[in-house]
C-alpha cells in the first residue's frame, strides 16, 4: 500500500540557525576579548599574545581557542540534529501511520485508524518564525509520539486527522 505522506524532521532551517548564532556568539566574544585587552593593558599581553608550537606560530591564540569553542559547541549541536533527523521518519497511509525511532535499534510503532484518538499540533512563537511545527499523535491505548520539526504541520496535521479519524471498513464478500 502506497504511503500518503512520508516525512522526517527538517533540520536546515535549524542548522543555518545555529550557524548564524555561532557566528555572532563568536564575533561578541573576540570583540570583548580585544575591548577587555584595550581598556586594561596590564592584560594586553596575555589576550594579544602568540603561541609557538615547534615550527607553527598561531597569532592572538585566546582569539583562535575562542573561536574554536564556539565552533565546537555549534558541530556538537549539528550532530545532534543530524542524528535526529536520521533517527526519526514517519509514514502516513490509510489505514494508520508507522512512527520510525532509531538508527542502529529500529522501533517501528505502528498506530491504527482504530487505535488513533488525536493529532496535536504544536507552533511555538520560535516554531512560526523557522516555519517549524510538532505534532504530537495520541492513541486509545494511553500511547504518544511527538513528531517534532515537521515542514508544513497544519498540512500533516490534517492529512493524519482526514486519514485516520474515519477508519476504513472492508466487508468480505461470501
Known amino acids: 500500500m502506497d504511503a500518503v505522506w512520508k516525512g522526517r524532521p527538517s533540520i536546515g532551517v535549524y ?47 585566546l582569539e583562535v581557542v ?30 494508520g501511520i508507522y512512527v520510525n ?22 507552533q511555538t512563537l520560535g516554531m512560526r518564525v523557522v516555519r517549524r511545527s510538532t505534532i504530537i499523535i495520541e492513541a486509545n491505548d494511553g500511547r504518544r509520539f511527538e513528531m517534532r520539526m515537521l515542514r508544513e504541520g497544519t498540512n500533516v496535521q490534517s492529512m493524519i486527522r482526514n486519514n485516520l479519524s474515519h477508519p476504513t471498513v472492508r466487508v468480505d464478500r461470501q
Open 15 to 61: 542548522v543555518l540557525l545555529y550557524g548564524i548564532l555561532a557566528a555572532v556568539s563568536a564575533a561578541i566574544f573576540v570583540g570583548l576579548e580585544v575591548w577587555t585587552a584595550d581598556q586594561f593593558s596590564a592584560i594586553k599581553s596575555v589576550f594579544f599574545a602568540s603561541l609557538n608550537a615547534g615550527p607553527l606560530v598561531i597569532p592572538y591564540a
Open 66 to 95: 575562542t573561536v574554536l569553542i564556539v565552533l565546537i559547541a555549534f558541530l556538537a549541536k549539528l550532530i545532534g540534529l543530524v542524528l535526529y533527523r536520521a533517527g526519526h521518519s514517519f509514514e502516513l497511509h490509510t489505514d
Open 101 to 122: 525511532r532509531g538508527i542502529a535499534n529500529l522501533q517501528n510503532t505502528f498506530i491504527s485508524a482504530m487505535a488513533f484518538s488525536d493529532a496535536k499540533l504544536i
